[in-house]
């Protein structure tokens, strides 16, 4: 089955500085990359995601690369703030009918004031 | 907006209990998700169910059963807790077709 592996499970940013966490996948097959925000003592919550027919996205702040020969993406947050701390998830999962989504361990995002 | 719901934020049991956790989404998804959340260990599907009746093990079936009589419902059974299943669980739920999972709070469940 799909592995995704994450990293670092701890960052530290100024803020203002940018963020960069990074996920990689096993599975060739999979096509749906989504990013999911926790903020302490709340459920997750979608950011942004990403499909394998393109390579980044981008929505203000944000923004997702995706690079299929590697089989690794990674989330970008720029001009960091206080409300931006938080655990992110990434995921994975393949079109093989009633997709499961395959979760990182997490990322534990602290922003610095 | 899409609502999740579960039955506690919080549970305490005892070991060899029998725990139910339920979840409640309002928005017709078809299919729905059990995860438990461990520091380090992200994530973990236990169960998911893709309609009323069906249901398919995830990555952790072990110890846990589920049950969706009703569309709306998915409940997670531990037929007899154990310590080791002391944890966040969280539940999800999903159109079919569709690939946003919409997350509930979370029960956080200590297992005596």
């Known amino acids: 089955g799909e592995n995704v592996e994450q990293h670092p499970s701890t960052l530290s940013v100024q803020e203002g500085d940018s963020a960069v966490i990074k996920c990689t996948y096993s599975d060739s097959a999979s096509n749906y990359f989504p990013w999911y925000k926790q903020e302490l003592g709340k459920r997750p919550q979608l950011i942004i995601d990403?499909?394998?027919?393109?390579g980044e996205k981008k929505d203000q702040r944000i923004a997702v690369t995706l690079n299929k020969t590697a089989k690794h993406f990674s989330l970008h947050i720029t001009e960091t703030q206080p409300e931006d701390s938080a655990v992110y998830f990434c995921a994975a999962s393949a079109p093989r009918g009633n997709e499961k989504l395959t979760f990182g361990t997490g990322t534990r995002l602290t922003i610095i004031p | 907006d899409v609502k999740v719901t579960q039955s506690s934020r919080y549970l305490v049991k005892r070991t060899g209990e029998k725990v139910f956790l339920e979840c409640v989404q309002d928005?017709?998804?078809?299919?729905m998700f059990w995860y438990r959340q461990d520091p380090g260990l992200g994530l973990r599907l236990i169960y998911f169910s893709y309609d009323v009746k069906m249901k398919e093990k995830g990555d952790i079936p072990e110890g846990y059963s589920v049950s969706r009589e009703k569309k709306e419902r998915f409940s997670l059974i531990l037929e007899s807790a154990s310590t080791n299943q002391t944890s966040m669980y969280l539940c999800?739920?999903?159109?079919?077709?569709?690939?946003?999972?919409?997350f509930g709070p979370g029960t956080r469940l200590l297992v005596l």
């Open positions: 990403i499909r394998s027919n393109v």
């Open positions: 928005m017709d998804h078809e299919n």
């Open positions: 999800a739920s999903r159109r079919e077709g569709k690939e946003t999972q919409y």
